[in-house]
């Protein structure tokens, strides 16, 4: 599909970043602004309830330091949105975070050999979909170590510098073998040093522990990160499962932290000219799904909830502005999972006058006829990608889908 200016959607990461725009100032602003909420207004329902929020207490004498960290593989598209939200969160309350993407640094350095002429020694591009079990277990000591190895080393040499009490690692399925070289190298230049792990691999039942993880986060990490650092600072204590030498800190089974009032996510330490989408930013307007599928595993990750409408302008604003962001793609199991919010945050970018692009995946909704599909596709909706598995209603049902194939064939026509 194209915009206006006939450039498609696939090319967009071509483009040059564009700079932050003006800031408008006076009343205009604000009667636009006003104008905005007055129309969000009439699909919002506003804030869900049940929800608990995260508080944050800012405190400009705090010691602690901290590094995150997301080693390769993974999509090099976008900024790590997981990273940037918990910098986000520690650096609001105080906390000194520096954030590093390592993925993007290891993909550039692929990109950078081939440019010049000096090739990895390999057959296959190491951040292709298909490929990522060559960075799983020997596969990637035997092929790529000696290639990604100068970037962690530089890295360790820059944590060091920073001299942080605690590391935190996001953890994939295809990124253990790296993020577990740098801990250890960490370990052995800074003893004191403590390592919190969390991410999609935390979730996994097989998940078994290892004596170099200080801590693991299993569920959502801004709460247990804050009340970890909290602890060292003396100021909580926190109560754990305890697993060999390791703290499991696990998320109640109902909570559902509010996305509303989390800080924006935090981009200064990432490499923004580096990513496939360097006008580019991931987002979020809901975590968790409506839906209970058979054959997936989300809603065990963490309850569905909603974030509003207005939050997520907010931040799409403030990222424009301050990064010149104007490619959104949503993380979302479903951006529709609500279908009136959607609405509301699709009416407020057409009303704010911002000129967007995003995309992210959807779920078959009969509810989503022409008329709603063109107010998507004029907030700058480029694409929806439907999970629809399967075109036999019988085995649909056998999924608990709930969804038919005439709401399928409905939503794909328009």
């Known amino acids: 599909m194209a915009d206006k200016e006939g450039v498609a959607w696939y090319r967009l ?11 408008e100032e006076g009343t205009y602003l604000e009667d636009r602004s ?18 608990k929020p ?61 440019y010049k002429g000096e090739p990895w020694d390999i057959h296959y591009n190491p951040w292709d979909g298909p490929r990522d079990w060559h960075w799983i277990g020997e596969q990637y000591w035997n092929e790529l170590h000696t290639y990604v190895k100068p970037i962690l080393d530089k890295a360790v040499d820059q ?20 993020s577990d070289y740098i801990i250890r190298e960490i370990k052995k230049r800074l003893p004191d040093i403590k390592i919190i792990v969390g991410g999609p691999s935390t979730h996994y039942s097989y998940f078994k522990p290892k004596d170099i993880y200080d801590f693991v986060v299993n569920g ?26 390791t703290i499991v800190l696990r998320q109640e089974e109902n909570e559902r932290v509010s996305l509303n009032d989390l800080p924006y996510p935090d981009y200064s330490n990432m490499p923004m000219d580096k990513y496939s989408f360097p006008n580019g930013a991931l987002l979020a307007i809901s975590r968790g799904c409506i839906a209970k599928c058979t054959f997936c595993e989300e809603t065990h990750y963490y309850k569905y909830r909603q974030r509003t409408s207005v939050s997520t302008l ?62 998507l596709r004029d907030s700058g909706c480029e694409a929806l990608n439907y999970g629809t598995e399967s075109g036999a209603q019988e085995v649909l049902d056998a999924m608990d889908k709930k969804v038919t194939i005439p709401e399928m064939e409905a939503n794909f026509s328009e």
């Open 220 to 245: 959502e990490g801004e709460r247990p990160l804050l009340n970890i650092l909290m602890q060292h600072e003396g100021k909580l204590l926190i109560e754990g499962e305890k697993v060999g030498k």
């Open 13 to 23: 990461q071509q483009k040059e970043r564009q700079d932050p725009p003006t800031r």
């Open 159 to 178: 944590m060091v510098e920073f001299a942080p009490d605690f590391l935190g690692v996001s953890l994939y399925y295809c990124n253990e073998e790296p």
């Open 34 to 51: 006003t104008a905005t909420q007055k129309i969000m207004e009439k699909w919002s329902k506003g804030p869900q309830k049940g929800l």
């Open 54 to 114: 995260v508080e944050i207490e800012y405190n400009t004498n705090r010691n602690t330091r901290l590094c995150l960290l997301m080693c390769p593989e993974w999509d090099p598209g976008f900024p790590h949105y997981g990273i940037a939200k918990l910098a986000g969160v520690t650096n609001t309350a105080g906390f000194a975070t520096k954030c590093f993407d390592l993925n993007v640094e290891a993909y550039a350095a692929y990109n950078d050999a081939k």
């Open 314 to 375: 907010d931040e799409v604003i403030y990222m424009h502005k301050t990064y010149g962001t104007n490619v959104f793609y949503f993380v979302d199991s479903l951006v529709n999972g609500n279908l009136n919010e959607l609405r509301a945050f699709a009416e407020g970018v057409i009303a704010s006058g911002i000129k967007i692009h995003w995309s992210g995946y959807a779920r078959c909704d009969g509810r989503m006829d022409l008329e709603y599909m063109q107010v």
